[in-house]
């Protein structure tokens, strides 16, 4: 699965219990401007020890796996979350115009 969204928190760093190896968890919420009314959101785990080169607000693509985690919460209610075990998450960025470019756009 693929998905295009912002990232909504910084990536946090987090170890598995069973495992004892690291991830960085963060939120990602995907909506199609004009389109959504309400974004999707999900939470994308990172199964790498290093620190990806995202922050809040970038622009993103994930690659990964999609899975609903299911679990009750602190007030008892069974509830979910849609989960990316992601391969890849980088970030998206606008193209940066050649200085020729720029120059001839400001004339």
């Given at each position: ?7 909504a ?10 495992t004892g ?13 004009g ?5 999707t ?12 080169h ?16 299911f679990?009750?919460s ?6 979910g979350t ?9 970030k998206?960025?606008?193209p ?6 720029r120059?001839?756009?400001?004339e």
């Open positions: 699965m693929q998905l295009f969204g912002n990232v928190t910084e990536p946090e760093k987090k170890t598995s219990k069973s190896k690291g991830y960085y968890e963060m939120r990602v919420a995907e909506s199609q401007r389109v959504d009314t309400q974004p959101w999900y939470t994308v785990r990172i199964m790498r020890d290093d620190k990806p995202l922050n809040k607000g970038d622009f993103v693509k994930v690659t990964g796996k999609l899975k609903a985690d679990y009750l602190r007030e008892g209610k069974p509830t849609l989960l990316v075990i992601a391969f890849e998450a980088a998206i960025g606008k940066v115009k050649e200085e020729s470019e120059a001839a756009a400001v």
